[in-house]
């Protein structure tokens, strides 16, 4: 019971950094310390969903400017991108590390989703596209997405298979 109460409380302080905006604010950040809140605020959902988690962080911190809200935001929108393609459960991976050949931080999700066909693609990123039902999705979520990493200075790429969701920005 005390560790739910302590998890419980992790994810409503998380919840509640997440949601408060104030402004965008550029400073230094460990991206690793990041992902570990987002993990926090998607735990559950994955738990209820039959999802297996499998994280690789740096070993090292992972030092970058960017304002943590947004980023938060970056990432949940795309690991619950990748849960809704799980509805019968899966598999999602999510690993960071530094790539010195560009002298950046590099995180990398994959799932084992549905996938997504080649003809639609080209139109992920684009603001109101889904491919999900009426009424399950409006279709912002990746493009916020792009929108932050865009703005981050940062590049975004996604590969994927229908039947096979394996997409890894």
């Known amino acids: 019971m005390t560790s739910e109460l302590e998890r419980c409380g992790n994810i409503i302080s998380g919840l509640l950094s997440f949601s408060r905006y104030s402004g965008v604010e550029y400073k230094s950040m460990d991206l690793n310390e990041v992902l570990k809140q987002v993990l926090t605020l998607s735990q559950h959902k994955m738990e209820i969903q039959n999802i297996r988690l499998c994280v690789t962080l740096a070993p090292e911190p992972l030092i970058v400017e960017g304002d943590m ?3 938060q935001q970056c990432f949940l929108n795309i690991i619950f991108n990748a849960i809704e393609a799980m509805p019968q459960g899966g598999e999602l991976s999510l690993a960071s590390d530094w790539d010195t050949g560009f002298d950046r931080a590099l995180v990398t999700v994959r799932d084992t989703g549905c996938g997504i066909s080649e003809g639609n693609l080209d139109h992920i990123f684009d603001p109101f596209f889904t491919t999900k039902q009426e009424g399950e999705g409006i ?4 493009s916020i997405v792009h ?8 590049t975004i790429k996604w590969r994927a298979k229908l039947e ?3 997409p890894s920005p």
Do not use: C, P, T
Request: proline share 0%; aromatic share 0%.
């Open 164 to 166: 096979k969701g394996l």
């Open 139 to 142: 279709g912002l979520g990746l």
């Open 69 to 71: 809200n947004q980023l």
């Open 147 to 154: 929108g932050i990493v865009k703005a981050h200075k940062g």
